[in-house]
């Protein structure tokens, strides 16, 4: 049955869903738990303002620094909902169209090849057949890849030192390449990236001060940056779990890089996203009114956007350490921005619910049929770490305490 009434909108309510988050969220950090988290904040909000927040463990397993509600962290692919807002921004401006050739907005993208292999397997770069739209860069449907989902991309990387999460530069884009014709697969990849160029290219701005000006700033999101300053001491640093339990990763991304990457540039806290769930789950509008989207863009935007006879595929793992194999859920799609389930999911999520993550194991759910979203934050590799079974108990807790 549906929540009819705001979720959590009493003291008592938020009281009760308190008292049952908090043992498993302290407990998801507890060094006792083979598979802890180094450290973890959690925030839970309803369409009007956050109703859970809290956190536990460490920025540094290591050194035992305390994590805070007010913990940054690299958001990696959870950059991506913040960058498609602002593509869509544009589309509602009448500065770009979803369909049209994203050539036209970038003149550098007509140089973007297509890798296919001949009779023996040797690797052919040539023109593709079929021009990529910005709607197929927002979809992972234009053909790019990532190094730890492909064995061509790794295989780049591996020769080349790019396309590299951890040193991103104008470089980059150079080592990119269509892995099938646009419009005719699907495949999670640097789309982003490139249309990260084309708001660039067509607003005179970066895209970093673009974001700020037009979603961070309104959105009253002021802890969220491409830039983070060196001196910044409350920072969740990249763990990794190996043979001999968790430690801090050799890499970490980097706090300034050469380079704004809307697929994974971001950083931010928990208190900031919840604002940015809110936008979605208020089709569009920030808590203070503001529109940052039209709500007919809104109504486009958060259904699947796949093109016909297309779907989203498991991904494999090719780089062990930084990502393991990912299964979707029975129906997901992709929209413009998320994953959507297309069922209900085990934790008691809607179908039509918008979700997505970073690499790091961070979670993000917007349900908007129960009008309820969060965001679960730590800094793990590889992606599907055992620790996410905390944000799965988490989340499923957030639902049974609605009853």
């Known amino acids: 049955m549906l929540q009819t009434n705001m979720p959590y909108k009493t003291t008592s309510s938020r009281q009760q869903l308190k008292r049952e988050l908090d043992p498993i969220l302290h407990n998801g950090t507890c060094l006792d738990n083979e598979n802890l988290a180094p450290g973890i904040v959690f925030g839970v909000t309803n369409d009007k ?86 709607r197929q860069l927002l979809t992972h449907t234009a053909g790019f890849a990532y190094s730890f989902t492909n064995e061509d991309y790794l295989q780049t990387l591996v020769s080349t030192g790019q396309p590299n999460l951890f040193d991103s530069n104008s470089s980059t884009f150079d080592a990119t390449y ?130 016909k006879g297309t779907e989203m595929k498991n991904l494999d793992a090719y780089q062990a350490n930084l990502c393991g194999p990912v299964s979707f859920p029975p129906d997901s799609s992709w929209t413009l921005g998320f994953c959507r389930n297309g069922t209900d999911f085990h934790t008691g999520r809607k179908s039509g619910s918008l979700w997505w993550c970073g690499v790091a194991n961070c979670y993000l759910w917007v349900d908007l049929k129960t009008k309820i979203g969060g965001f679960y934050a730590t800094q793990v590799f590889p992606y599907g770490d055992p620790s996410r079974e905390t944000y799965y108990g988490l989340e499923e807790a957030v639902y049974n305490n609605l009853n």
């Open 49 to 134: 303002e956050t109703v859970y927040l809290n956190h536990s463990g460490y920025l540094n397993i290591e050194t035992k620094d305390p994590v805070t509600n007010d913990s940054k962290f690299a958001m990696l692919s959870a950059t991506k909902p913040i960058s498609s807002l602002a593509m869509l921004q544009l589309v509602d401006r009448n500065l770009v169209d979803l369909d049209t050739p994203v050539e036209k907005y970038l003149p550098k993208f007509a140089s973007v090849t297509i890798l296919t292999k001949d009779a023996n397997g040797n690797k052919v770069f040539s023109k593709p057949k079929n021009k990529a739209t910005l």
């Open 178 to 307: 269509l892995t099938f014709e646009p419009g005719t697969d699907w495949s999670y990849g640097m789309g982003l990236d490139w249309a990260g160029l084309v708001l660039e290219e067509v607003t005179g701005l970066s895209l970093g001060e673009y974001i700020r000006v037009n979603i961070l700033e309104p959105a009253k999101m002021n802890n969220t940056t491409f830039k983070l300053s060196k001196t910044e001491k409350d920072l969740m640093l990249i763990h990794v779990r190996g043979e001999t339990g968790m430690n801090v990763f050799d890499l970490q991304y980097p706090r300034e890089s050469q380079i704004d990457m809307a697929g994974h540039g971001l950083f931010g806290t928990v208190d900031d996203y919840l604002k940015f769930i809110r936008i979605w789950l208020n089709k569009g509008k920030t808590d203070d009114g503001v529109q940052l989207l039209s709500e007919k863009l809104w109504e486009v935007a958060v259904q699947s956007n796949l093109p």
